[in-house]
């Protein structure tokens, strides 16, 4: 199958990557048929030189059978040479573990939230009343 993809460039900590037409058996960096773009994801996304696209031979490619990985599809959908994708589901694994909810159990913790700031409040006040009364 042929893939749209990004193929990785540059140093270590600063990449830069290729969009290039590859066979999907192919190491990630490895042989690849034609370059047909570049992503500098260093760049602000307001940059002209963030992202360089050849549409042209793109769409040829599309038009071929190609199918682009799932980053090259956004990147392809914001300049505007096909739909934008779906976005897709945002894992609860990249949630630090004690943060996550289950999803039941959201509207629990929202009404335990207040209750564990009241009680810290109240200590508070009882434990400065000795301390002047010691004086």
Same mark, same amino acid.
């Given at each position: 199958?042929? &893939?749209?993809?990004?193929?990785?460039? #540059?140093?270590?900590?600063?990449?830069?990557?290729? %969009? %290039?037409? *590859?066979?999907?058996?192919?190491?990630? $960096?490895?042989?690849?048929?034609?370059?047909? /773009?570049?992503?500098?994801?260093?760049?602000?996304? $307001? &940059?002209? =030189? !963030? %992202? /360089?696209?050849?549409?042209?031979?793109?769409?040829?490619?599309? /038009?071929?059978? @190609?199918?682009?990985?799932? !980053? %090259?599809?956004?990147?392809? #959908? =914001?300049? #505007?040479?096909? @739909?934008?994708?779906?976005?897709?589901?945002?894992?609860?694994?990249?949630?630090?573990? &004690? +943060?996550?909810?289950?999803? #039941? $159990? +959201?509207? *629990?913790?929202?009404?335990?939230?207040? &209750?564990?700031?009241?009680?810290?409040?109240?200590?508070?006040?009882? *434990? =400065?009343?000795?301390? =002047?009364?010691?004086?």
């Amino acid at each position: 199958m042929i &893939k749209i993809r990004l193929s990785r460039g #540059g140093t270590k900590k600063r990449p830069v990557y290729k %969009v %290039v037409i *590859a066979d999907s058996r192919r190491a990630r $960096d490895g042989r690849f048929i034609e370059k047909v /773009g570049f992503f500098n994801p260093l760049l602000p996304k $307001d &940059k002209k =030189e !963030r %992202v /360089g696209l050849e549409a042209e031979r793109i769409k040829y490619w599309l /038009g071929q059978g @190609a199918q682009p990985t799932t !980053r %090259v599809a956004r990147i392809l #959908g =914001e300049n #505007g040479i096909i @739909a934008m994708p779906a976005n897709g589901s945002n894992p609860s694994k990249a949630i630090p573990k &004690k +943060e996550r909810k289950k999803e #039941g $159990d +959201e509207a *629990a913790p929202a009404a335990e939230a207040p &209750k564990e700031e009241a009680p810290k409040a109240e200590a508070a006040p009882a *434990a =400065e009343a000795p301390k =002047e009364e010691a004086k």
